[in-house]
């Protein structure tokens, strides 16, 4: 009877550690969790979130058919043309950035990043059309400049970039 005792006593020491481990555990546990939360706290505290900023820059490129500086009937838009968009942030740098027209001979840049270096002046300049009939720059359209002061989600636009034929069509005259 007496070693049957014994093994009752053995094995309520076995149980008797095994929650103490899992006391421990769960001790340390909590202590992870404080930790990381405290950490958390601290790290929002002193380094505020980097606020996202969105910005986006668009025009269109036409062919004025007959060269009359007017948009008419005759007139088109040039799909496949490129524009080129050079920015420089607040923080300084220098973003370039390369665009074709679509379907609707619209080009649009946009670019998503930290508050602190969103664009702070830009120029957008026609780089070529690839219409074998409508190819020569108009006048005045040589490159835009422009600061962009415009709040995260709204975009700037541009005015239209203007081709010409070398020789107009003979309805023209």
């Given at each position: ?29 909590e ?5 990381g ?24 490129v ?15 838009v040039?799909?496949?043309?490129e ?37 702070d ?28 002061n ?7 636009s ?5 081709y ?10």
């Amino acid at each position: 009877m007496q070693i049957h005792h014994h093994f009752r006593y053995k094995y309520v020491q076995k149980i008797s550690v095994e929650s103490m481990n899992i006391q421990q555990m769960e001790a340390q546990w909590e202590r992870k969790v404080v930790m990381g939360l405290t950490l958390f706290v601290l790290i929002t505290m002193f380094f505020p979130f980097v606020r996202a900023w969105t910005g986006e820059i668009h025009g269109r490129v036409v062919c004025d058919v007959c060269g009359d500086s007017s948009i008419g009937p005759e007139d088109h838009v040039l799909e496949g043309a490129e524009v080129a968009v050079l920015c420089i942030t607040k923080s300084g740098e220098v973003l370039n950035y390369q665009a074709f027209t679509d379907e609707k001979g619209i080009y649009k840049v946009a670019e998503t990043m930290p508050e602190s270096d969103r664009w702070d002046a830009c120029l957008a300049r026609p780089i070529s059309s690839f219409h074998d009939h409508c190819t020569h720059l108009g006048d005045g359209t040589a490159g835009i400049k422009f600061s962009y002061n415009r709040p995260s989600g709204y975009s700037h636009s541009i005015r239209p970039f203007v081709y010409r034929p070398l020789n107009p069509p003979l309805y023209c005259v």
